[in-house]
Nanobody, 114 residues
Framework: QVQLVESGGGWVQPGGSLRLSCLAS????????MKWYRQRPGKERELVAS????????NYADSVKGRFTISRDNAKNTLYLEMNDLKPEDTAVYYC???????WGQGTQVTVSS
C-alpha cells in the first residue's frame, strides 16, 4: 500500500532554513504529481506547493512563493521542500501526498520561533 514518510522538520529561528523530505513507496512515484501541505495550529490543512510527475511544473501558495522550493528525485522516490526565510507563521505540521490523494503520513513538525 501507499506509504509516505515525511522527515526533516525541527525548530528554527525566524529567517532560518529547513529541507523537508518525503520518502514514498507502494506506488509508481514518477507517474504522479505530488503535493506538500501543512496544518498550522488551530487551522485547516492547506496546500503549500505542488509539482508535476516529471518535476517541471511547480506551483506555490502565495504565502510561500519566493521562499519555498518544491522538487523531486524520481530515482529515489523522494519529494523535497526547501524552505528559506522561515517565519513564525510557517509553524505547522507538514505533510506530503500524491496529487490523487492517498492516505496521509505522520507529517513532520516545523517550529519557527526565537
Amino acid at each position: 500500500q501507499v506509504q509516505l514518510v515525511e522527515s526533516g522538520g525541527g525548530w528554527v529561528q525566524p529567517g532560518g532554513s529547513l529541507r523537508l523530505s518525503c520518502l514514498a513507496s507502494g506506488f509508481t512515484f514518477d507517474s504522479f504529481g505530488m503535493k506538500w501541505y501543512r496544518q498550522r495550529p488551530g487551522k485547516e490543512r492547506e496546500l503549500v506547493a505542488s509539482i508535476s510527475f516529471a518535476g517541471r511544473i511547480p506551483n506555490y501558495a502565495d504565502s510561500v512563493k519566493g521562499r519555498f522550493t518544491i522538487s523531486r528525485d524520481n530515482a529515489k522516490n523522494t519529494l523535497y521542500l526547501e524552505m528559506n526565510d522561515l517565519k513564525p507563521e510557517d509553524t505547522a505540521v507538514y505533510y506530503c501526498n500524491t496529487a490523487r490523494g492517498d492516505n496521509w503520513g505522520q507529517g513532520t513538525q516545523v517550529t519557527v520561533s526565537s
